[in-house]
Structure formats: C-alpha cells, structure tokens
C-alpha cells in the first residue's frame, strides 16, 4: 500500500496544506540552509573498511564517558571534608573520611546502579584511550597524516594527551589511598622542578600537600576545563575529516580525487548506529562482570600511608616505569637539589610522545614532499616510517614493563633488579633493535610483492620437461592486484641542488642543508626500500615467458 501525495492542478487557486513539520522544515532551511546543507552532506561517501572502526569506537567510549559522567556528576560531592561513614559497607563504618570519598561509596552501595555505571564510566575511559593510540597507530603506519591532514593528526595527539591526563584526574577524584599515593607520586614530580616546583605545588594544593582544596579543584578541571576542550578539539577533528575525507587504499578506481565506498546515507548511518549499540553493549558487559577500581579494598587517602601493588591505569603506566627503573641520582647545582632521579624521568615523559606525534613534519621535512595525499600507504612500502613506529611501541611496552616490575617480579618468580637493569638496558638497546628488524622484514615483503609483480603467482601445476627437471607454472596476476602492488609512489629523500644556478653563480648550500641531505639519504635513499619492478620489466619478463612463467619448485618455495 503507497501514500500519495495529490498537488493542485493548475488554475484551481488553491493550494495543499503544509503540516506543521514541513512549515518547522522551511522556517529552519530559510535561516540555516537546511535543505542545502544536508543535500550536500548526508550523501557524502565514505569508505568501507574494517580500520575505520577503531576511530569509531574511541568517539562511542568518549560518548559513554560523557553520559556516564554527567549521571555520576549528581550524586559525586567534590569536597575533603572530614565526616563519619555510616552506610552499607559495613567494615568501613564509623571511620573518617572525605565527603569525596564518603559519596563515591554511596554511588557504589546505596544508588541504584551506581556501581555499574561507576564501571561503565571507567572501562569506557579505559577503552577510549586505547581506541585512539590504536586508531593513531593505524594512521602513523598507513600515511593518512600527511599533507593536508597533519593539523588533523595534531587534533587527535591533543585528544589523547588530554585523556590520558583527565582520566588520571578522573581516578584521583575518589580520595581513596590509591588515587591519594598516585597524587603524591605527581605532587614529588612537580617539586623536582627546580625553582619553580615548589610554587607550583603550593598552587595546586592550596598550602603544604595534601591540603583541602585539590579535590575540589581536580574536579572543576575533570568535568569541565578538560573535557571542553576535548569537545572542541574532537568537533573540529571530525569537520576536517568530512572536509577532507577519508583517506583511501590503492585500489581499482580510486585515486587521490575520488572515494569509493558507501554513502552516509542511510548505509553508513545505520552501521553506526548498530556499532554504536554494539560498543555500548560490551562495554556494559565489561563493567558487568569485570570489577575495576574497588576503591572499598583501600581505604580513604591517608598521608602516612601508601598502597600496597599501587599500580596506574595502563596508558599512564610508562611514566610509572620511567620513575622506577631510573637510578636514583641527586646532584647539588648553585646551591639547589636537583633529583635527577624524578626530574630527569619527567623531562623525558613528554619527549617519548612528541617524537611519534611530531613525526609527521620530520617525513615531510626529510622528502620535501608538499603534495596532497588521499592515498594510504602499505606499511611494508615504507620501511623506515614502519620501523620507526614499531620502535615506538616496543619502548612503550618496554616502560610498561618497568612501571610494573613488581608485578612481575612477584608472579614469575623473578629478581626485581634483574627486571629492572633489563628495562634499563632494553630503553636504549630495544628500539634500535625492533627498528632493524622491522625495516628488514618489510625490506623482504617488498621483494617478496616485486617478485610476485615479476614472475606470477603460484598456480600448483607442476610439469616436467623432457630431461626430468620438475617446474612450478606461474600464472601472471591479475590487473587489479597489479595496480594494488604498483600504484604507490616511492619517498624519495630531499636532495640538495646544484653547486652552480644557470647562471653561473656558486650556491650557498648551509650546514642545516647538507645534514637534512644526508639524513633523508640514510632514512628514505639506497638500501631503504626496494624499487618497484617498472613497465619495461614486466614486459620483458611476459615477453621471454608468455602468461604463464614455470619456475623451479624449489626456487618456488623458496
């Protein structure tokens, strides 16, 4: 059965009501554009592929959060005035505590659903931050950060920057004797600022640690400073990934002025509603079934006392490992204390980050490449980028590892110097290593595609010549996997000009020049990647061997 809609004829004078939806329609399209705006937009395209989806699942957990949060924002009071507890966990009762600490205990016992959504608030934070260092792992490998998306790439650092700061903040909140040694812990890193560490923390604290006052403040900057920042920073991440639009593999029909795939609506939209349902879903499972952060089994924050297993969340988890594993040394400098030990370690904590999240601008500035790209790369077609991040992640765990020694030292039965003069050991000598063998693995999966580009793929049938010799048929691939394995365009590193200009006039070619030649030249020139076979090449193969090319078994094999 269709609904049909009649239109006055001509010359009847008379006109079919509008309803009120289609007059509210009008009135907005007359002063926002309505109709244009959403002509223009909900049929944008967008590609259809599986990594996509870990953007979408820090954007849903940051969702979540905000949900989460404004509930728990109700019945939370930021306050560390001293009262009794007296509710239904009964071990802690009669014993003083902060009315922070007191109200996250009724969230957790005596508001219905409190604890679950506790959880779910947590996980979801948890999952958040893991969501954008995979989704940022994904863009670092493929290219998608270059020209024109690096402010964008940039967008995303500063998200996962802010959230990893604001859900340390987030654990502080309750005032348990967990939280309250991780505070210490940030409170001793700040006074191993010379000079001004010291008012820094009289600033924070209000007074001598741990005052009265912090947890009102941490509050404020939890719920409000940092997360509209987020919100801000998160918008203009996504209207430049709409402006841009996403990027794209090599495949049959796409090019960097086109995209392939399925439009926003109404396929795309209503995949990610369902994803939408389907993160939320098990991200309830998790707070369902999981326990995280029992702030009951610590006890309220006191001074003299500190936890025992006292472990951050995991994306803060290196700092932890920087403090631990680093000796604890102290120098006298101009009559001050300077605590290399902390001081040292603190430098370093933002270093290991803005060497991965400045890397976009060393590439171009390595290459001189100013070109737009909507393509993605292969991570095996640029070795030294793959090498570089893997790098990366292995220092990363490695730290990990060191913010846990005990941990490790306690369940496999290890020595904890041992564990820890390896992480020592391991912070200089694993990235080098991890950075070799990555750039070599890729270096072989290039022979491996210039080979199968050359020469075929396997086909299984195997014939003998007359003089016993047994040899594998190769069958030529198909056009479409040609261009998939040939359409990249190779780095090439920055090269200094000619000595002499047309004219005749010696250039000056500074120091800073000759170094940035030299570098690009180790990174991107000979022995760092492998030339992809040309036009002339595959001809002559095809030519010498027709379609299809016998090889040895062995060397098939092989």
């Known amino acids: 059965m269709t609904n049909t809609h009649h239109t006055p004829t001509?010359?009847?004078?008379?006109?079919?009501?509008?309803?009120?939806?289609?007059?509210?329609?009008?009135?907005?399209?007359?002063r926002v554009g309505l109709f244009s705006l959403a002509k223009a937009n909900l049929r944008k395209i967008f590609p259809d592929h599986w990594s996509f989806m870990l953007g979408e699942v820090a954007l849903y957990s940051f969702i979540v959060i905000i949900l989460t949060g404004v509930y728990l924002t109700l019945f939370f009071k930021p306050s560390m005035t001293e009262v009794a507890y007296h509710g239904r966990y009964t071990p802690l009762n009669g014993i003083l505590m902060s009315d922070a600490y007191k109200s996250t205990l009724d969230i957790s016992f005596d508001i219905r659903g409190g604890l679950l959504l506790r959880q779910l608030h947590h996980w979801a934070a948890l999952v958040f931050?893991?969501?954008?260092?995979?989704?940022?792992?994904?863009?670092?490998?493929?290219?998608?950060?270059?020209?024109?998306?690096?402010?964008?790439?940039?967008?995303g650092a500063g998200l996962l920057i802010l959230g990893m700061f604001d859900g340390f903040m987030g654990y502080s909140l309750p005032d348990d004797l967990l939280s309250g040694t991780g505070i210490r812990f940030m409170e001793g890193a700040i006074?191993?600022?010379?000079?001004?560490?010291?008012?820094?923390?009289?600033?924070?604290?209000?007074?001598?640690?741990?005052?009265?006052?912090?947890?009102?403040?941490?509050?404020?900057?939890?719920?409000?400073?940092?997360?509209?920042?987020?919100?801000?920073?998160?918008?203009?991440?996504?209207?430049?990934?709409?402006?841009?639009?996403?990027?794209?593999?090599?495949?049959?029909?796409?090019?960097?002025?086109?995209?392939?795939?399925?439009?926003?609506?109404?396929?795309?939209?209503?995949?990610?509603?369902?994803?939408f349902f389907l993160v939320t879903g098990v991200l309830g499972i998790f707070s369902a079934i999981a326990q995280v952060n029992p702030i009951w089994a610590y006890g309220p924050y006191r001074p003299d006392q500190v936890t025992t297993d006292a472990q951050p969340d995991w994306y803060m988890g290196y700092s932890e490992g920087l403090i631990r594993v680093m000796p604890g040394w102290e120098i006298n400098f101009l009559g001050h204390t300077l605590v290399l030990g902390v001081l040292i370690p603190l430098m370093v904590f933002p270093l290991i980050l803005l060497a991965l999240w400045l890397y976009p601008f060393f590439e171009a500035w390595l290459t001189g490449d100013h070109g737009?790209?909507?393509?993605?790369?292969?991570?095996?077609?640029?070795?030294?980028?793959?090498?570089?991040g893997a790098a990366w992640i292995s220092e990363y765990a490695l730290l990990l590892v060191g913010g846990g020694n005990d941990l490790f030292a306690t369940h496999f039965h290890l020595s904890l110097n041992a564990i820890t003069w390896t992480v020592r050991i391991?912070?200089?000598?694993?990235?080098?290593?991890?950075?070799?063998?990555?750039?070599?693995?890729?270096?072989?999966?290039?022979?491996?595609?210039?080979?199968?580009?050359?020469?075929?793929?396997?086909?299984?049938?195997?014939?003998?010549?007359?003089?016993?010799?047994?040899?594998?048929?190769?069958?030529?691939?198909?056009?479409?996997?040609?261009?998939?394995?040939?359409?990249?365009?190779?780095?090439?590193?920055?090269?200094?000009?000619?000595?002499?200009?047309?004219?005749?006039?010696?250039?000056?070619?500074?120091?800073?020049?000759?170094?940035?030649?030299?570098?690009?030249?180790?990174?991107?020139?000979?022995?760092?990647?492998?030339?992809?076979?040309?036009?002339?090449?595959?001809r002559e193969v095809i030519e010498a061997h027709g379609h299809a090319e016998p090889h040895p078994v062995t060397e098939a094999r092989h």
């Open 10 to 30: 001509a010359g009847t004078g008379s006109a079919a009501k509008a309803s009120k939806g289609e007059k509210l329609a009008s009135w907005a399209d007359g």
């Open 426 to 538: 391991g912070f200089f000598v694993l990235p080098v290593l991890v950075f070799v063998i990555t750039k070599r693995w890729c270096l072989g999966l290039q022979r491996r595609d210039r080979e199968k580009i050359l020469h075929g793929r396997e086909s299984g049938i195997i014939v003998r010549k007359p003089h016993g010799e047994y040899l594998e048929v190769h069958e030529p691939l198909p056009q479409a996997d040609l261009y998939a394995l040939t359409a990249h365009a190779q780095p090439k590193p920055f090269e200094l000009p000619p000595p002499v200009d047309e004219n005749g006039t010696r250039r000056k070619i500074g120091w800073s020049d000759r170094f940035r030649a030299r570098l690009a030249r180790a990174y991107f020139g000979e022995g760092g990647q492998i030339p992809k076979p040309t036009a002339e090449e595959y």
């Open 129 to 155: 931050i893991m969501a954008m260092l995979v989704h940022m792992m994904r863009v670092f490998f493929t290219g998608a950060f270059r020209k024109p998306r690096e402010l964008n790439w940039l967008f």
């Open 372 to 388: 737009e790209h909507h393509i993605t790369e292969r991570p095996r077609n640029n070795p030294s980028r793959t090498a570089f």
């Open 191 to 275: 006074l191993s600022l010379p000079i001004i560490g010291t008012y820094i923390v009289m600033f924070l604290f209000g007074g001598e640690y741990p005052g009265t006052i912090w947890v009102p403040r941490l509050f404020t900057v939890h719920v409000l400073l940092i997360p509209g920042i987020m919100l801000g920073l998160l918008v203009a991440h996504l209207i430049l990934v709409f402006y841009h639009k996403h990027t794209q593999g090599y495949g049959p029909g796409r090019t960097n002025k086109n995209v392939v795939g399925m439009p926003l609506m109404p396929v795309y939209m209503a995949k990610a509603g369902g994803f």
